[in-house]
């Protein structure tokens, strides 16, 4: 609680965001919250998963040669990138919401209309539009962490990360249903409908209060506290809603005079929108958070190469195990039930990962979660620099993806952590921007390994980029356990 003290003495009572948040608890109305950030984690998981299946479905119906099959899952890549930056910078400059729904439209819009591409020209536009779109899914990462009460924030944001573990799952089982027989467009269109919902429900979701804080809009946040607190049936603190900052305020000796000063105090200190989205870069790279950012930029690309590495080595290597020469995927294969079962199977994986970092997360901190993770995902690859049998590859896969995925996860819950407010979205949509490269360039690698032996330097090749994202954890100056999210750079961001 805080004691607001105006010229004459008298004093009245406010809370910060963190004490509203504590006091109303998670319940119905973080549910709801939880349940549309999920479907906007579930629609991006599916897109990402979707290129394990398209581009081989499509090569020998379209008679494409390797490269041209990785460009389909590099241009959904490279739109993710650009897309990644553009709606943090979108979501921190006009709100969380307005992000949401450029991303619904874009994303079901081109998604439904990919599945009628007439040739291989229009599709790469499409599926890059979506790539665009899909971009967004660390706003809703971000924008569920700002609902979420300090208790166990780590264990709530591993239950959110499942949202991506049950999209990979979901497109796994789609495909396993309907490639055999309906083929790859049927794929297609049936993977806008996680986004197309997200825009049907757009409504009824609330815009992050913690957003509005910092835009000095306090009446606007504490109105959907308010109605947090009612649907959760909890109370609110007694006093005004005000910045985490403000211990004494001047004015006039009313009730409201304490709330409009409240007010001007929080609206004297932010900056013009315009000026932030151009200068939020620089924020990133200042003294306080050069490090830090450079370090995530660091694991992000990584991490993310890793993991799609992981993900389309499977495919690749799931298919005709008794011969090298016959890993390319023909059209016969695209039949073939191991292929799908192999990758439906390592997509399970990803539960019981998520399962240890919910269990370790708030108890050892984040940074330790995550070695742990990446050197049992780096020993669990190892064993495929050589051929291996069916049996000892999918078990690999599997364990490989379970900690490396878990990583992922911890790392995705760590950078809207460690980045305050009015740089978050931006922050970690720059750095997930970072890790779209990786994406990128994996595809070149594991397609192209898909005709002869060439097994052996991908994976090392992954192996090492995990080494690099361990030293990147390593490094990290902060820890963010059970810590106050900050909302500008210059109140609780240390300085490296």
Not at 46 to 69: K, R, T, Y
Not at 112 to 134: D, E, H, M, Q, T
Not at 314 to 336: A, F, P, W, Y
Request: glycine content about 10%; charged content about 10%; proline content about 4%.
């Amino acid at each position: 609680m805080i004691v607001l003290v105006d010229q004459m003495g008298n004093e009245g009572f406010g809370y910060t965001l963190d004490e509203a948040l504590c006091a109303i608890g998670f319940g119905r109305f973080q549910y709801i919250v939880l349940a549309y950030s999920g479907l906007g984690w579930v629609a991006e998981a599916m897109e990402v998963m979707l290129l394990s299946f398209v581009g081989p479905a499509i090569q020998p119906e379209w008679g494409l040669s390797a490269n041209q099959e990785s460009m389909i899952s590099t241009v959904a890549f490279a739109g993710m990138l650009v897309g990644a930056y553009s709606w943090g910078v979108v979501s921190d400059t006009y709100g969380r919401k307005k992000g949401f729904l450029g991303v619904a439209i874009v994303t079901s819009l081109a998604g439904i209309l990919s599945a009628f591409a007439p040739n291989y020209i229009s599709l790469l536009i499409l599926r890059c539009f979506v790539g665009f779109g899909a971009g967004c899914g660390h706003v809703f990462t971000s924008w569920f962490l700002e609902f979420v009460p300090i208790p166990n924030r780590g264990a709530w944001m591993v239950v959110f990360s499942t949202f991506w573990t049950f999209g990979t799952i979901m497109m796994a089982s789609l495909a396993w249903l309907i490639m055999p027989t309906y083929g790859w467009r049927w794929l297609l269109g049936l993977s806008a409908v996680p986004s197309f919902m997200a825009l049907l429900f757009y409504g009824l979701v609330p815009e992050s209060p913690r957003y509005l804080c910092t835009q000095g809009r306090l009446a606007e946040a504490r109105q959907i506290l308010e109605n947090g607190a009612a649907l959760n049936q909890k109370a609110l603190p007694v006093g005004l809603l005000v910045s985490d900052h403000i211990k004494t305020i001047t004015g006039e000796d009313d009730h409201e005079s304490l709330e409009n000063n409240a007010l001007l105090s929080y609206t004297t200190s932010k900056t013009n929108s315009s000026q932030r989205s151009s200068s939020s870069v620089f924020m990133l790279l200042s003294s306080k958070l050069l490090r830090t950012t450079l370090l995530l930029w660091s694991l992000y690309f990584a991490n993310s190469f890793s993991y799609y590495g992981i993900v389309l080595l499977t495919s690749q290597l799931s298919v005709e195990q008794s011969g090298c020469d016959s890993r390319t995927l023909h059209s016969e294969n695209i039949k073939d039930p191991s292929l799908y079962v192999n990758v439906f199977v390592t997509s399970l994986a990803e539960l019981p990962g998520l399962g240890l970092a919910a269990l370790i997360l708030d108890r050892v901190g984040r940074k330790i979660s995550m070695e742990i993770m990446l050197v049992s995902g780096f020993v669990l690859l190892l064993p495929l620099i050589v051929h291996q049998n069916d049996v000892m590859t999918t078990g690999s896969l599997f364990g490989a993806r379970m900690f490396i995925s878990a990583c992922f996860s911890i790392a995705c819950i760590y950078a809207p952590e460690v980045y305050p407010t009015n740089l978050r979205a931006t922050g970690v949509g720059i750095a997930t921007a970072i890790g779209k490269i990786g994406g990128m360039v994996c595809p070149l690698i594991a397609v192209g390994m898909s005709s002869g032996c060439h097994q052996t330097l991908p994976v090392i090749l992954f192996e090492v980029t995990i080494l690099v994202a361990c030293l990147s954890v390593v490094f990290l100056p902060f820890e963010t356990k059970g810590k106050e999210l900050a909302d500008t750079t210059n109140l609780h961001a240390p300085v490296e």
